[in-house]
């Protein structure tokens, strides 16, 4: 087993088998992300505020309502043969330098990454909008939405930028991944095996975007305890549920006790709400594809491979060596009523039980440009409700046909018209050391905040009774601020007076948007320098803002990357910091200033101008 390194620390592995090599991998990433990996897995376990304090009680409580650690458990010991032993190969190299991973650890990490990452804290919100302005207002706050992840492909070239909240560490981990049966260099989450979301392997290469499909439900449970315990009401009559308590330790605090309550549609979440989603239904965490993806050197072996997918649902771009490239939706749609994908329904009614099987999802042989932006295609307008809009997808679409380059497209900062033309003779270039975007971003601002205010929506404001780990998805502000244009366009069409008059302040729009990472809970406090940020949430550059509480950027793209296929060594990466979670280490957040600027560094695959380290113990 060998590890070597580029000029950024970026760990280029090789073994003598893909089992190996799994250890290596887990081994490494111990090394270089220990604290994130602790932290990740607690955040499976539901022990983050044992680590961090009461401030993390509220994912701890969800993570064990919800059951992610035994979901993940259970994944585990459904693997197949191959499956099972190069996961738990991985665990041993984390174990050789971490404690406390366990073999399933890696699919705990994975759920608890993306638990929150489909559309069921939504189903919350338009409940409450329900429940507090009415159901006709309710479409208002299911129109295209802001912000999002970009892909395309063109002849010979992948390339795009996950948007995701913007982590210190890095969410993603480029590495390098050799061994006699494949030789892959792609993003990795810290504690999962192999090259999930995008990679290269020389012949082959793949990109995600979130497909945007509907696939979790929430189910509004009537509960009644017994002295026997919890029945719950079913479309036959009651029964009886599994019911435990489980307890939370607290770091500088008391433990505190969560009932932990499944219903025959899923983990009761949230008060009397349950979720059911296809892992927990199948007991399958999607991990049957890693393996293959590695070993993939067609577009129909990534296809194939992505046939294991589960969750959650990606929209896929594959390209090869040979000229194909073909655009794939992966994962598992449940087949149900429409309205389970609007907002929670009731348990007992037999009419929202889910079906026998899932979607069919689509697939297609494209030539030419093609372009993912989470945006409402014709071929994924059934799988959801929730998609970004179309801006992105144009745009990026309009720039290749200009002959932009990869990084020019990452860096577009042309926002679309979403609000009453006060700046007409703006270009709508959201850029940094901009006035007018500024003045623009001030007087949205103003805004959002008046129109929270407004009669029509004052009622939003009161309390949603839900978890306060779903504010960031329930404050009224925020939704406000993200559907502006929808909100505006409602109150004209109701005859009902619209409070566009506002002053706008006078700066700079990098005043305003500047990066604020969301810290590792645990991570010692280290100083970043200030970062000016261009673009804006409906940008291609998609720097998120929301109008009424704060232009400071917490959600972005977490990386960047271009696969080229004509020549793998021409490729091209960049993530938000660095490859170590180490403050004070060279590599911890060097590649900033570079990703700020929109700059990338080189994908070394010359083992000659790598730098090797001493073998590791095995």
């Known amino acids: 087993m060998q590890v070597f390194r580029d000029a950024w620390g970026i760990p280029h592995l090789r073994a003598g088998s893909a089992d190996e090599l799994a250890y290596l991998q887990g081994r490494i990433t111990a090394l270089d992300r220990g604290h994130q990996l602790e932290v990740d897995r607690r955040r499976a376990e539901g022990r983050v505020a044992e680590l961090a304090g009461p401030a993390e009680l509220p994912w701890d409580r969800f993570a064990r309502r919800a059951r992610l650690d035994d979901t993940a458990r259970r994944c585990f010991d459904r693997l197949d043969g191959d499956t099972r032993r190069w996961v738990t190969a991985y665990a041993d190299g984390v174990r050789s330098r971490l404690g406390g991973w366990k073999p399933w650890s890696s699919l705990g990490v994975f759920l608890a990454r993306h638990i929150l990452f489909g559309t069921f804290p939504l189903k919350m919100w338009r409940a409450h909008v329900a429940r507090t302005l009415g159901l006709s207002w309710m479409d208002t706050f299911m129109r295209d939405t802001s912000g999002g992840s970009n892909a395309w492909a063109v002849p010979g070239l992948l390339a795009g930028d996950p948007h995701r909240m913007i982590e210190l560490p890095s969410v993603y981990q480029q590495v390098r991944l050799a061994c006699p049966e494949f030789d892959v260099v792609g993003l990795a989450f810290p504690g999962v095996p192999g090259v999930q979301h995008f990679g290269h392997a020389g012949r082959v290469a793949w990109a995600v975007t979130n497909a945007m499909s509907d696939y979790q439900d929430l189910y509004i449970e009537e509960l009644h305890r017994t002295p026997d315990g919890v029945d719950v009401r079913s479309a036959d009559g009651w029964e009886a549920v599994r019911a435990h308590a489980e307890t939370i330790p607290v770091r500088g605090g008391d433990t505190e006790t969560v009932e932990v309550i499944e219903t025959p549609r899923g983990p009761v979440v949230d008060a009397s709400l349950s979720l059911r989603t296809p892992s927990r239904v199948e007991l399958d965490a999607g991990f049957a594809a890693l393996l293959p993806l590695l070993r993939a050197s067609t577009v129909d072996d990534v296809t194939a491979a992505l046939r294991h997918w589960v969750e959650p649902v990606n929209s896929v771009l594959v390209a090869d060596t040979s000229g194909r490239t073909v655009q794939l939706v992966a994962g598992r749609v449940p087949l149900r009523d429409p309205l389970c994908r609007r907002v929670p329904v009731p348990a007992w009614d037999p009419r929202y039980a889910w079906r026998s099987g899932y979607a069919d999802l689509p697939r297609a042989t494209v030539d030419g440009v093609t372009v993912t932006a989470n945006d409402r295609r014709p ?103 993200a559907a502006l244009d929808a909100v505006l366009s409602e109150l004209s069409r109701r005859g009902l007076d619209v409070p566009l008059n506002g002053p706008g302040e006078a700066g700079r729009w990098g005043d305003r948007h500047v990066l604020a990472p969301v810290r590792a809970p645990g991570l010692p406090d280290v100083q970043l320098p200030r970062v000016e940020l261009s673009g804006d949430s409906d940008c291609v550059l998609a720097t998120h803002s929301s109008p009424g509480v704060s232009d400071a950027c917490w959600r972005g793209p977490v990386a960047r990357y271009v696969w080229d296929l004509t020549d793998r060594q021409r490729s091209r990466w960049i993530v938000p910091f660095g490859a170590s979670d180490q403050p004070g280490h060279p590599h911890f957040a060097d590649q900033l200033p570079l990703w700020a600027a929109g700059e990338l560094i080189e994908v070394v695959t010359d083992w000659a101008r790598l730098t090797e380290e001493p073998p590791p113990l095995s």
Do not use: K, N
Request: proline share 8%.
């Open 379 to 481: 071929d994924t307008a059934a799988l959801g409700v929730d998609f970004a809009r179309p801006h992105r997808a144009r745009r990026i679409r309009a720039l290749i046909d200009a002959g932009a380059a990869p990084e020019e497209i990452h860096m577009d900062t042309v926002a679309p018209r979403l609000l009453p033309d006060r700046f007409a003779d703006w270009d709508r270039r959201m850029d940094a050391d901009s006035t007018t975007a500024g003045a623009y971003a001030a007087w949205r601002d103003g805004l959002a905040r008046r129109l929270l205010e407004h009669p029509a929506l004052r009622r939003l404001t009161e309390p949603s009774g839900y978890d306060q780990l779903f504010t960031p998805w329930l404050d009224p502000q925020t939704r406000v601020g």
